[in-house]
């Protein structure tokens, strides 16, 4: 019992700090020779890596950090196959971690990281890899169409926890998958509250074919 907690614990732990890994930070400074966090909001995550770099690099950044969702899944079976709760606890604290970066803040003294989107997105697709063809899409329909990356994250976070719920109801996955939505969700809306705040206030970034070519954000 005692050597399935301290287990536990530590796929946890791997969880952040796989999560952490400033992936935007990483791809900027070695293609661009720039700080992310001193450009647009200052986040690491995929869509300040568009601004800061351009598409390409953009969509570098999105993948890694979807690597590092599914990642710390992939962590937690192997240490604890078959056992769900350290897969669940795994995959929330990737999401926290990209979030709040241990390891951006040894670097650049700045904790906020990201929103989460890309290791959510990660987790969720190791969790029921179909869940893709419905996430994407909104993904790419809420940065590229509406224009905004935070109603992105939020849509996103939400619909993973719609997707999971409905699997564990109608199929019989494990529930507990739809709890790992939850928390991330929380997480990725706690993130976010500066974002609302601009958005409510109609002062919020834009991005996609509605953002403004002269924005230096």
């Known amino acids: 019992m005692m050597e399935s907690i301290l287990i536990s614990i530590l796929v946890t732990l791997l969880g952040y700090l796989i999560g952490s890994i400033p992936m935007g930070y990483l791809v900027i400074k070695i293609f661009k020779r720039q700080d992310i966090t001193l450009i647009g909001s200052g986040r690491t995550g995929g869509t300040n890596a568009m601004r800061a770099g351009g598409l390409w690099m953009g969509l570098l950044t999105g993948i890694l950090d979807f690597l590092k969702g599914f990642m710390a899944i992939w962590v937690a079976r192997w240490l604890m196959p078959d056992t769900i709760w350290p897969q669940v606890m795994a995959g929330a604290a990737a999401v926290f971690g990209h979030n709040w970066s241990i390891w951006l803040y040894l670097v650049t003294k700045k904790l906020n990281a990201g929103a989460g989107t890309g290791p959510n997105l990660g987790a969720a697709i190791a969790f029921w890899p179909p869940a893709a063809l419905v996430v994407i899409p909104i993904i790419l329909f809420f940065v590229f169409i509406v224009g905004y990356a935070s109603l992105a994250s939020i849509a996103a976070a939400i619909a993973i926890v719609v997707i999971l719920f409905l699997r564990a109801a109608y199929v019989g996955t494990p529930w507990q998958y739809g ?24 002062k919020e970034r834009r991005v996609g074919i509605f953002a403004k070519k002269s924005a230096s954000s």
């Open 179 to 202: 709890v790992y939505g939850i928390l991330t969700s929380a997480i990725v809306i706690w993130a976010l509250r500066p974002n609302i705040k601009r958005l409510f206030e109609g």
